[in-house]
T-cell receptor, first 112, second 113 residues
Framework: LAKTTQPISMDSYEGQEVNITCSHN???????ITWYQQFPSQGPRFIIQ???TKVTNEVASLFIPADRKSSTLSLPRVSLSDTAVYYC?????????????FGSGTRLSIRP | NAGVTQTPKFQVLKTGQSMTLQCAQD?????MSWYRQDPGMGLRLIHY???????DQGEVPNGYNVSRSTTEDFPLRLLSAAPSQTSVYFC???FGRGQEKLFFGSGTQLSVL
């Protein structure tokens, strides 16, 4: 499985843009990059998924450079409610892959 | 449409007891899985299933059994509970295997004394 590396924690302030970078040097050609958000005492929630360049939805943007060895989740104008753990997942290149492995994630704390 | 439903929400067991954590989904998803999450840690995959009658081991399968007799249900059985199995357990499902979006239940908090 392609392993991911994320910062353990990040701090920011309300109204700021937050960028969380994930490193995945061994990403395979068929892999997508997926981000989940987890609030305390809840299961993770899908945020965004992409393959290359840029993907944007109502919650976040995902930037993927041409070599796809890293990706950046961008949260615009964060609020206190964005305090959560964010997980970056990368598939293992097999379309029949079934082991979906979560890493340790990035604990994001937003301050007033 | 309830999504993924887990029961119970809380459970306390004594060492050596057995129990079953229930997971049901009403989205006709083929893929279902179980994770455990220890305090301050990420999720670890216990077992998963790609369809009725098919199950396989994840990262930490020891001490747990699963079965998938229907598409909707994927129960997790603790054979002989140990304090090391104290954790929060999450069930998840997705339309297909691989890189499909996962939908999670609200979790079961299990304490083994």
């Amino acid at each position: 499985l392609a392993k991911t590396t994320q910062p353990i924690s990040m701090d920011s302030y309300e109204g700021q843009e937050v960028n969380i970078t994930c490193s995945h040097n061994n990403i395979a050609t068929n892999d997508y990059i997926t981000w989940y958000q987890q609030f305390p005492s809840q299961g993770p929630r899908f945020i965004i998924q992409g393959y290359k360049t840029k993907v944007t939805n109502e919650v976040a943007s995902l930037f993927i450079p041409a070599d796809r060895k890293s990706s950046t989740l961008s949260l615009p104008r964060v609020s206190l409610s964005d305090t959560a753990v964010y997980y970056c997942l990368v598939g293992d290149g097999d379309s029949s892959a079934s082991k979906i492995i979560f890493g340790s994630g990035t604990r994001l704390s937003i301050r007033p | 449409n309830a999504g993924v439903t887990q029961t119970p929400k809380f459970q306390v067991l004594k060492t050596g007891q057995s129990m079953t954590l229930q997971c049901a989904q009403d989205m006709n998803h083929e893929y279902m899985s179980w994770y455990r999450q220890d305090p301050g840690m990420g999720l670890r995959l216990i077992h998963y299933s790609v369809g009725a009658g098919i199950t396989d081991q994840g990262e930490v399968p020891n001490g747990y059994n699963v079965s998938r007799s229907t598409t909707e249900d994927f129960p997790l059985r603790l054979l002989s509970a140990a304090p090391s199995q104290t954790s929060v357990y999450f069930c998840a499902s997705s339309f297909g295997r691989g890189q499909e979006k996962l939908f999670f239940g609200s979790g079961t908090q299990l304490s083994v004394l």
